[in-house]
């Protein structure tokens, strides 16, 4: 058994899309019509293209739960998933200068280093290195 596909809630596919790949710079990978303006949209780290894919999922637009959900973790301050990057430091100063905003500045705990962004998208993001 392998992970294959992780999903995040997005509440706009074209806008999530362009921050995820102009921002962030992940590549689109699958872009497949669903209808009622839906798609499987899936990006994948630059970095390792055959590595699991991104579902950008517009599920916080028709099931609640899943909106109050994403709602309330980003009221607690908590991050919807982290990506692994090789310096926390280098990707704090490139991202911000993008304008991404961060709740946590890079910080060490432990073995690893952390930031904490917002996606745009209704999401923290928690970047990792391992030290």
């Known amino acids: 058994m392998k992970v294959t596909l992780i999903s995040i809630p997005v509440r706009d596919q074209a806008h999530a899309l362009k921050f995820y790949t102009e921002t962030l710079g992940f590549l689109k990978k699958k872009d497949i019509p669903l209808g009622g303006g839906n798609r499987w949209l899936t990006v994948?780290?630059?970095?390792?293209?055959?590595?699991?894919?991104?579902?950008?999922?517009?599920?916080?637009?028709?099931?609640?739960?899943?909106?109050?959900?994403?709602?309330?973790?980003?009221k607690a301050g908590m991050p919807w998933t982290q990506f692994d990057v090789q310096d926390v430091t280098s990707e704090y100063e490139r991202l911000t200068k993008l304008g991404v905003a961060f709740s946590v500045k890079p910080t060490e705990m432990g073995t690893v280093k952390i930031a904490v962004f917002n996606d745009t998208c209704g999401n923290n993001i928690q970047l990792v290195q391992e030290l």
């Open 44 to 74: 994948v780290s630059e970095e390792w293209q055959d590595g699991p894919e991104l579902l950008l999922e517009p599920a916080p637009i028709h099931f609640e739960p899943s909106r109050v959900f994403q709602d309330e973790l980003m």
